[in-house]
């Protein structure tokens, strides 16, 4: 059964840094493009920063560009997101995705398995 669980989230002031981890278990998702989303209460899932199977192509939203890393260890079948300045627009549930494809995009339509997800709280 293939399980992901997300880890990391908390309450940080603005200006602070977070790293959520996602560990996946049940199969190697070394081939895929794994993503991170967010989520707020009464508004549609919203794309994060994607990776590709290697590493090596990383792609992130306007609104986190510069300051929020992705990276991947395929040994540990575990991605990260490594959140650097935060600010209280950032507070929502984040979600870890495995893509279906070996390059992730930036829909959420094209991945396949999701976490339960993880709460970041940014105080102002």
């Known amino acids: 059964q293939v399980q992901l669980v997300e880890s990391g989230g908390g309450l940080v002031q603005a200006g602070g840094f977070l790293r959520l981890s996602c560990a996946a278990s049940g199969r190697t998702f070394s081939n895929y493009a794994m993503g991170w989303f967010r989520q707020t209460p009464g508004k549609e899932r919203e794309f994060v920063a994607v990776i590709n199977w290697s590493g090596g192509n990383t792609r992130y939203a306007d609104s986190v560009k510069g300051r929020f890393t992705i990276s991947r260890d395929n040994a540990k079948n575990t991605v990260y997101l490594q959140m650097n300045s935060l600010k209280p627009e950032d507070t929502a549930v984040y979600y870890c995705?495995?893509?279906?494809?070996?390059?992730?995009?930036?829909?959420?339509?094209?991945?396949?398995?999701w976490g339960q997800g993880t709460q970041v709280t940014v105080s102002s």
């Open positions: 995705a495995v893509g279906s494809t070996s390059y992730g995009t930036s829909w959420y339509g094209n991945y396949n398995y």
